[in-house]
C-alpha cells in the first residue's frame, strides 16, 4: 500500500462551527470554510450540522464538484440511553445519509461516505464535569448500554437498509461513550456487520489518561475501526484539567485538542499502523476552534504541513 491511497480531509469543526450551542462557536459561511479547506491543501470534508451546508442533493453536489471535494461523513448526535430518543434518531441519520448517498450519485464520487453516529454529548452533566477522568460508576447501568446498543443497531441497520450507507460510531469525550471500556463494550454489544467505529485519536488520549494507550486500542479495535480522525490532544492542557477539575468545554477553550504534532499523539506511528493494516480511503483532521484561538486557516495549513513531514 502507498501513501497515495490514504487521502486527507478536514472537517468543519476545524473553522469553529462546533455541535454545541453554549460554547461560543464562531460563525463562517461554508463557502469561505471550504474554499479555505482546499486552499490549505485537503481534498475531502464531512458535511458539519445540519443547515450550515446545502441540504438539497443538487446544491451541495455542486458545492462539492466546484471544488473537487469528497464527501466524507456526517455527524449525527443521537440520547442513545433515552429509548424515547431512538425514532428520532433513525430519521435524523436517515435524512443525512440520503443527502449523502444521493450527492456522491451526483458527483459520482468513489469513496463512501460515513455516518458518524454519536452519543448527544455534553447533554449530562456529569459526564461534561468530568470528561478526561471518569469512573465506571459515572457509566451507563446494564439495562441503559441494552438500550443505548439497541438503537445504535437500529439506526445504523436502518441507514444500510435504505442508503447502503456505513454507520460509524464517534467516541467522545462528555458523553457515556468515552473510556476504553466503554468502547469496548459498545462493540462487544452491537452488530459488526452494520456499526463500525470512528477512531479518534484525541478523543481516545483525553478520555484515556494520555495518549499511551493509542496503540494497544488500535489493535484491540482492528476488526471495527472504518474510519480515523487526526484529532491531537495536548498533555500539558490535560493534565491541568484533571487537576482543577474542568468541564469539557473549559478543556475546549483552553486547547486540550491542539494542532498536529504540538500534542501527545505520536501521528507517525498511526500512519504505519493504517499502512500495516492496509487502511484506504481518507483520515479526517479536526481540531477544534473557538473564536480567539487564531486563524482557523492559518491552523489547517500547518496542520497539514505537519502531516507531509510524516509523509502524508
Not at 501513501?3 to 478536514?10: A, H, P, T, Y
Not at 474554499?35 to 464531512?46: H, I, R, S
Not at 440511553?81 to 435524523?92: I, K, L, M, P, Y
Not at 443505548?148 to 467522545?172: K, N, P
Amino acid at each position: 500500500m502507498t501513501n497515495s491511497e490514504i487521502k486527507v480531509g478536514n472537517a468543519p469543526c476545524s473553522w469553529g462551527t462546533l455541535e454545541f450551542e453554549n460554547i461560543g462557536s464562531q460563525t463562517i459561511d461554508y463557502q469561505t470554510m471550504l474554499d479555505e479547506l482546499v486552499a490549505t491543501g485537503y481534498t475531502g470534508t464531512e458535511l458539519g450540522d445540519w443547515g450550515f451546508m446545502p441540504t438539497t442533493p443538487v446544491d451541495l453536489a455542486a458545492a462539492m464538484t466546484q471544488r473537487q471535494l469528497a464527501m466524507n461523513g456526517a455527524f449525527v448526535p443521537v440520547a442513545l440511553r433515552n429509548a424515547s430518543a431512538h425514532e428520532a434518531g433513525v430519521a435524523a441519520a436517515l435524512r443525512t445519509a440520503r443527502l449523502l448517498a444521493e450527492t456522491v450519485r451526483l458527483t459520482q464520487q468513489t469513496n463512501a461516505p460515513f455516518i458518524v453516529l454519536a452519543d448527544d454529548n455534553g447533554a449530562t452533566p456529569v459526564r461534561t464535569q468530568n470528561a478526561g477522568r471518569i469512573t465506571p460508576e459515572m457509566g451507563l447501568s446494564d439495562d441503559e448500554w441494552e438500550t443505548f446498543s439497541r438503537g445504535a443497531d437500529r439506526i445504523a441497520q436502518a441507514v444500510y437498509a435504505e442508503t447502503g450507507l456505513r454507520t460509524v460510531f464517534h467516541h467522545h469525550c462528555a458523553g457515556f461513550v468515552e473510556t476504553h471500556a466503554e468502547i469496548e463494550r459498545l462493540l462487544a454489544l452491537t452488530d459488526p456487520a452494520y456499526l463500525g467505529l470512528v477512531f479518534d485519536t484525541g478523543h481516545y488520549a483525553y478520555g484515556n489518561g494520555g495518549c499511551t494507550g493509542i496503540a494497544a486500542a488500535l489493535d484491540a479495535f482492528a476488526d471495527r475501526i472504518w474510519y480515523v480522525h487526526f484529532k491531537d490532544c495536548s498533555e500539558t492542557v490535560r493534565i491541568q484539567a484533571c487537576a482543577e477539575g474542568w468541564d469539557y468545554f473549559t478543556a475546549i477553550r483552553h486547547g486540550i485538542f491542539c494542532e498536529l504534532g504540538q500534542g501527545c499523539v505520536d501521528f507517525a506511528a498511526v500512519l504505519g499502523w493504517l499502512k500495516a493494516h492496509n487502511y484506504q480511503g481518507y483520515i479526517t483532521v479536526e481540531q477544534d476552534v473557538l473564536p480567539g484561538m487564531g486563524s482557523p486557516k492559518a491552523s489547517a495549513a500547518r496542520n497539514r504541513a505537519f502531516l507531509r513531514t510524516i509523509g502524508l
